[in-house]
């Protein structure tokens, strides 16, 4: 299985500070990485697909980038809606996984 | 528009049988995926396995031997049935639609709010 490891697992931050989530798989992922969000009740979205694309309706303040093995989640200001868990995931090949997440908490 | 909802017992003793539903709305099971993925108290989240439009199902080798999902495209509904539950199989059941396509993307769009299922003697 591919293993993908999430730095930091977790980072105080304050508004409208600019944030990077890091995402490393254990082999060469081809830039198949979804990041998602999960909120304090549970729920789940979807971010961003395919290393880049945004999701119909995300604010563009979140971006990402990489490829191969490496991959980031950025956040250019944050909100207040946005101190959340977040995840990445790959699909290069099954089983589907993703990160152990990083809890993004407000400074 | 697009939603799902989970259901199902929240207390399962250890050796049961485990079974969930997820019930769909906004979208047809014949034209998207739906897939299962679960999150072991305050941890992280696992794909647990998909069953596709055209109804084959992939699932993830780690509980492929005790896991079983199944649809009635009929009542937009999604089944999950795992046996020989443990204590370890206590978390959040969420079920969401497994979108991909052509352009290379392959995710989870929408999901459930999610059911809590804890494994105890």
């Known amino acids: 299985d591919i293993q993908m490891t999430q730095t930091p697992s977790s980072m105080p931050a304050s508004l409208g500070e600019r944030v990077t989530i890091s995402c490393r798989a254990s082999?060469?992922?081809?830039?198949?990485l979804n990041w998602y969000q999960q909120k304090p009740d549970g729920t789940i979205k979807p971010l961003i697909y395919y290393t880049s694309t945004l999701q119909s309706g995300v604010p563009s303040r979140f971006s990402g980038s990489g490829s191969g093995t490496d991959y980031s989640l950025t956040i250019s200001s944050l909100e207040p809606e946005d101190f959340a868990m977040y995840y990445c995931?790959?699909?290069?090949?099954?089983?589907?996984?993703f990160g152990a997440g990083t809890k993004l908490e407000l400074k | 528009q697009v939603q799902l909802e989970e259901s199902g017992p929240g207390l399962m003793q250890p050796s049961e049988t485990l079974s969930l539903t997820c019930t769909v709305s906004?979208?047809?099971?014949?034209?998207?995926?739906v897939g299962w993925v679960r999150q072991p108290l305050g941890k992280g989240l696992v794909w647990m396995g998909t069953?596709?439009?055209?109804?084959?199902?992939n699932y993830n080798s780690a509980v492929q031997s005790r896991l079983s999902i199944s649809r009635d495209t009929s009542k937009s509904q999604v089944f999950l049935k795992m046996n020989s539950l443990q204590p370890e199989d206590t978390g959040t059941y969420y079920c969401?639609?497994?979108?991909?396509?052509?352009?290379?993307?392959?995710?989870?769009?929408?999901w459930g709010q999610g059911v809590m299922v804890t494994v105890s003697s």
């Open positions: 069953i596709w439009a055209g109804g084959s199902t």
């Open positions: 969401a639609r497994h979108t991909r396509g052509y352009g290379n993307y392959d995710y989870f769009d929408y």
């Open positions: 906004g979208f047809s099971l014949t034209s998207n995926g």
């Open positions: 995931q790959q699909y290069d090949s099954s089983p589907y996984t």
């Open positions: 082999q060469d992922i081809s830039n198949y």
